[in-house]
Structure formats: C-alpha cells, structure tokens
C-alpha cells in the first residue's frame, strides 16, 4: 500500500477506534511530533463532521417526505390549497 494511504488508514484508525488502535499518549505524542500527521487529523474530522452533518440532513429531509406522504402536507399549506381549488374551480388564474 502507498505511504500515503497507510498514513490515512492509521488515522481513521485512531479517530474511528480511538485507544482500541493505539494508546491515546502515544498518539497525542504522534501530533506533538509531527504537524503534519496533526493537521491531516484535524482535517479528517472536519471531514467527518461535514460528511455526518450531510447524512443528518438528508434524514431529515427524507423524514419529511415519509411525513408528507402518511399525513398530507404540513397544516399552514391548507389555505394555499384551498385558494388554488377555488382559482381552479371559478375559472380564475
């Protein structure tokens, strides 16, 4: 495996599993060492953070669909609803 990629395997591994992979003195004195291996860290948990921020909102967005679909659109939509049917039923746009 390329140098680069074990390098990142060994920092998901740390961040993922945290003192499972390695005791936490030794990695804190790993960033100590080297800056670099501290700002890929850092870098692959602001990329964790954004790529769970993304799936939190696509749950949501998705569990609104399943709401609309079981119980209709939100109550504050009804009047909208209502004056559209009307336009539509009187012949006026």
């Known amino acids: 495996m390329r140098p680069e990629l074990e390098r990142l395997q060994h920092i998901e591994e740390q961040l993922l599993r945290g003192p499972a ?26 990329l ?16 609104a ?4 679909r079981l119980y209709g659109p939100p109550p504050e939509a009804w ?3 209502v004056a559209s049917w009307l336009r539509g039923a009187f012949g006026r746009n």
């Open 21 to 46: 992979a390695q005791p936490a003195a030794e990695w804190q004195l790993q960033l100590l060492l080297d800056p670099e291996l501290q700002a890929d860290a850092e870098a692959q948990q602001q």
């Open 79 to 81: 009047p909208h609803r």
């Open 65 to 68: 669909g399943i709401h609309t």
């Open 48 to 63: 964790y953070a954004g790529l769970r921020a993304a799936g939190r909102r696509q749950l949501r967005s998705e569990l």
